[in-house]
């Protein structure tokens, strides 16, 4: 079986070395290679996580190794998951004897701007850098609804899903004036350049299609609003994540190119995710 949805059938996968490095039905074993007969099986393609708390949250769940949630602002955009990311998770050979070969790496959801994600193949490392997917783009993990709520409610905001709304825009005004910045200074280079601001260099990477935005967003009426703000900063959110009303609006998911990832069977934890069906993902595919 392959990616792509097809069947080859009397097909052979050569590997060397743990890599693939040939699929298809004209393949021959190379003197001295080991065969394995897998006739009258089916053989599939690695799974992608797109939505992976492995290595940020490792076992055995520890406050000790808890990093994925930098929970100390509403946006913290400037935070990467890759430098909490910890190879050695003892959850990885278990997600690997699976079937799952790539993961996005993703900061939690407790922030508005939980911080850049990262696209990991899940292969024996020391070092998240030799783990990292050739090419792939950084995400930025993105909250909505009551996760920042609940988390900052009590203390400085936002409180309700105005404040959330408020806060990315916000965030986002900022963004571009910081890009403004940065673009004079780079046409006339006058003077001292603009200071850093790690978390504005994230949003601003966002405006100009450097990075993914990955949306948590359980409510059809929320992942409507959030496709506003994109609107109205001129950037594209590459998928929701949960989408548990995603069967509610998939046309409008479709016009704005919008994936989204979700669960099969899993709702009604809270009362964002009550309104979930079987059918979700059958009805927006």
């Known amino acids: 079986m392959t990616a792509a949805g097809g069947e080859i059938e009397g097909g052979s996968v050569a590997l060397r070395d743990g890599r693939i490095v040939g699929v298809g039905d004209q393949i021959s074993a190379p003197a001295g290679a080991e065969v394995v007969d897998v006739v009258g099986k089916f ?57 799952v070969t790539t993961i996005q790496a993703l900061p939690g959801s407790a922030n508005l701007f939980g911080g850049r994600g990262v696209t990991l193949k899940l292969v024996p490392a020391r070092s998240v850098q030799e783990m990292k997917f050739p090419g792939a783009k950084h995400g930025l993990k ?72 990955h949306n948590h967003c359980y409510r059809a009426d929320e992942m409507l609003v959030m496709l506003d703000v994109a609107r109205e900063f001129d950037y594209q959110i590459r998928s929701f994540h949960h989408a548990v009303e995603a069967y509610k609006i998939g046309p409008e998911l479709a016009a704005a190119g919008t994936a989204a990832s979700m669960w099969s069977d899993w709702w009604g934890f809270k009362e964002e995710s009550m309104d979930g069906i079987l059918e979700n993902a059958a009805l927006v595919h």
């Open 43 to 99: 053989v599939p393609p690695g799974l992608i996580d797109t939505h992976s708390h492995l290595g940020v949250y490792p076992a055995p769940a520890t406050p000790a190794e808890s990093d994925g949630n930098e929970s100390i602002a509403p946006n913290t955009s400037h935070v990467w998951a890759e430098h909490s990311f910890w190879p050695q998770d003892p959850q990885i050979p278990r997600a690997i004897a699976g079937g």
């Open 142 to 213: 993105m909250a909505c609804g009551e996760n920042p709520k609940r988390v900052y409610g009590q203390k400085s905001g936002p409180r309700t899903r105005m404040g959330n709304v408020a806060g990315y825009r916000k965030a986002f005004i900022e963004a571009e004036e910081y890009a403004r910045k940065w673009a004079k200074w780079e046409a006339d280079s006058e003077g001292d350049a603009p200071g850093r601001d790690l978390g504005k260099e994230t949003l601003a990477a966002v405006l100009a299609g450097e990075i993914l935005v």
